[in-house]
């Protein structure tokens, strides 16, 4: 029992604590790791400041983006993002609007069967609504199938943005155009 009169299990608390240790220390050493990548950005963007904000950037374009280490369940590391921000505020600002894409596709499940809901075209349907799914048959571009996490929607400098892999149709931006709505209320 403990302080607050709390039976706590004598072998938990132990293997709790290193657990949370270790965790900690792996988290220190990926912030120390990614610190140096982080400080090259930002000195590329100090040297190449006009470059940068005159970059071309559209709407439904697909590109890798450098987010470095996360906190929490902050998305991570290089992975493909979506621009949603409009064309004006991407000719005219330093940041943009992006959504991160996961190659960990959830997908609603039947509950009596177990098995995946499909659409029409027999496709799996995003278990969550703020996620959006792109397929790699339709945007050979992509190396996974794909959910945008339209929850995870985050303003990025360009400088963070790298190779541009693709655009989606507009038919696409349009449906993750009402998934951010629905995540932000709008």
Known sequence: MNEDG?????????VQRDRFARL??????????????????????IDNEK??????MTRGAVHFCNFGENIGCEQNEERPV???????????SGNVLVIPLTK??????????????LT??????????SHYFLFKHKYDFLAFDSAAKTEETTSVSKVRLKEH????????????ENRVKWTFGL
């Open 104 to 117: 960990n596709l959830k997908a609603k499940t039947n509950f009596k069967t177990g098995q995946a809901v």
């Open 24 to 45: 900690k220390k792996q988290k220190e050493e990926q912030i120390l790791k990614w610190k140096p990548i982080k400080i090259q950005l930002a000195h590329h963007w």
């Open 82 to 92: 979506i621009i949603i921000s409009n064309n004006t505020v991407n000719s005219t």
């Open 51 to 56: 470059t940068q904000m005159s970059r071309k």
């Open 6 to 14: 709390h039976v706590t299990s004598p072998k938990r608390v132990p």
């Open 120 to 129: 029409k075209d027999g496709l799996p349907v995003p278990r969550f609504q």
């Open 165 to 176: 892999l693709g655009n989606l149709d507009e038919e696409d931006i349009n449906r993750l």
